[in-house]
């Protein structure tokens, strides 16, 4: 009979596409990894993964392996949110996904109230820019900035977060052509950025950075103007740049796997983030 983490530290490989993504998903060095592949071969009595100097590589029969791994883990997850949702009890942790600028700014800041209220509740913050996957349990709550497409997930738009450009007053008052802080190249796609570069036209960027706090604390400086939330302007006595250029939103998404919205302690969790985002967003 072969080890169920074995075939778990499988199907993260499978996903991942390399032993040295699968260990950071797992938090494990690489070479745990290996082991436990090789742990579930010689259980299995099967070829699961074809060694090359470089790399590690799966054929179509190895997949197949792996996509049953993943099913199984599914159904374990399953039931264990099934057997939780029937208990009462607010406790145990809860894992929160979200962008760092919510996270540490609207959320993390308020934690207190929510431990306070729960005291054998404890909570793992996840910073991402991207969503952690609920299906392969990275998280179970995630609030992420476009609505979620994966089936098995429950999501629930919260509102619109607007963004509009920002400096500190003591740059204003020098009177100077406008400068601006974006992101780099790693967030050159998203919403926020494109809208700053066509606000910013042919002027200059002074500083970039691929965290919006960064950025906040940058303007707060008097680098130049940043297109940024408009709670964190106040949380850094930002004054409005530009006020011509109007403002840009961007949905705000909650999300939970279908298994586990009914635990307590996530319920408890969910409603606790829309207590927090929802003052501060745009229906």
């Not at 530290?9 to 060095?29: Q, R, T």
């Not at 250029?245 to 829309?274: C, K, N, Y």
Request: aromatic share 6%.
């Amino acid at each position: 009979m072969f080890d169920w983490e074995d075939l778990r530290y499988f199907a993260a490989f499978v996903n991942a596409g390399s032993l040295s993504a699968a260990a950071k998903s797992l938090a494990v060095d690489h070479a745990t990894v290996a082991r436990r592949i090789a742990a579930l071969e010689a259980a299995l009595n099967l070829k699961l993964v074809d060694r090359r100097p470089r790399a590690y590589v799966l054929t179509d029969h190895d997949r197949r392996v792996g996509e049953m791994a993943q099913q199984m883990g599914e159904a374990s997850f399953a039931l264990e949110h099934f057997a939780n949702a029937g208990q009462q009890a607010i406790e145990g942790q809860v894992v929160l996904s979200a962008p760092p600028a919510l996270l540490g700014s609207l959320i993390a800041r308020r934690s207190g109230e929510l431990l306070a209220r729960y005291p054998a509740l404890a909570l793992k913050l996840i910073g991402s820019k991207s969503r952690a996957s609920l299906t392969r349990r990275e998280a179970d709550i995630a609030i992420s900035l476009s609505r979620p497409g994966e089936p098995t997930l429950v999501a629930q738009l919260l509102g619109h977060l607007d963004y509009r450009l920002y400096a500190a007053a003591s740059y204003l008052r020098r009177g100077l052509a406008p400068a601006y802080i974006g992101y780099d190249q790693s967030q050159a796609k998203s919403p926020q950025q494109r809208w700053l570069l066509q606000q910013a036209g042919d002027g200059p960027f002074v500083l970039h950075s691929n965290d919006l706090r960064i950025q906040a604390e940058a303007a707060a400086g008097g680098a130049g103007i940043a297109c940024l939330p408009t709670f964190m302007a106040k949380e850094h006595q930002l004054e409005p740049a530009r006020p011509e250029a109007g403002s840009m939103s961007i949905e705000i998404w909650l999300a939970v796997h279908e298994d586990a919205r009914a635990t307590p302690r996530i319920r408890a969790v969910m409603d606790f983030v829309q207590h927090c985002l929802r003052p501060l967003l745009r229906l």
